[in-house]
């Protein structure tokens, strides 16, 4: 079908070019308007269906966008959930660390001896924590990134689409 749609309009070029041009004049000739609307009408049955479909992608290029920003926005809060159950998972897990600290040092007799490995089980479980805190920030920031990376991407990808389908009607 491409190719009939060129070879139609090489065909207007043919007929343009063998037309008789009229003295004194470089810009104007004399054509049959038969042949003329013979090829146009051709032109008109062989258009590829590309066409209407980007003329409908130009209708609805907020539509389109507008989805694309929907999509993003719902990626960005279950990353949100995700990070929160991560954070919630991990202080139950801290909380957890810290009872079973406190039981074994209920069942301790000497006094010092309970003071020193508190003091020991407090710091590995305030450490363990921390690097819990920061390991689950890091991959809800890495996670948040990704989705947002892909949202770029997505609604970059869109425009380029609308942009080069909007190029071709302009021409």
């Known amino acids: 079908m491409d190719n009939e749609f060129f070879k139609n309009i090489q065909e207007l070029e043919?007929?343009?070019?063998?037309?008789?041009?009229?003295?004194?004049?470089?810009?104007?000739?004399?054509?049959d308007s038969g042949k003329f609307f013979d090829i146009i009408d051709r032109i008109k049955e062989t258009l590829p269906d590309e066409m209407s479909r980007s003329r409908e992608v130009l209708e609805n290029k907020d539509i389109m966008l507008h989805k694309a920003k929907e999509d993003s926005n719902v990626m960005l809060e279950r990353a949100k959930k995700a990070a929160e159950q991560m954070l919630v998972k991990a202080k139950k897990?801290?909380?957890a660390i810290l009872a079973r600290a406190k039981e074994q040092a209920a069942h301790m007799t000497d006094e010092q001896k309970i003071m020193v490995v508190a003091k020991e089980r407090a710091a590995e479980i305030i450490e363990r924590a921390k690097n819990d805190a920061m390991r689950m920030r890091n991959v809800?920031?890495?996670?948040?990134?990704?989705?947002?990376?892909?949202?770029?991407?997505?609604?970059?990808a869109a425009l380029n689409n609308i942009q080069s389908v909007k190029g071709k009607y302009d021409k």
């Open 140 to 156: 809800t920031i890495s996670y948040v990134d990704d989705v947002i990376a892909s949202s770029e991407k997505a609604l970059g």
């Open 14 to 31: 043919d007929l343009l070019e063998e037309a008789y041009r009229l003295p004194l004049s470089k810009n104007k000739c004399v054509v």
């Open 93 to 95: 897990s801290s909380d």
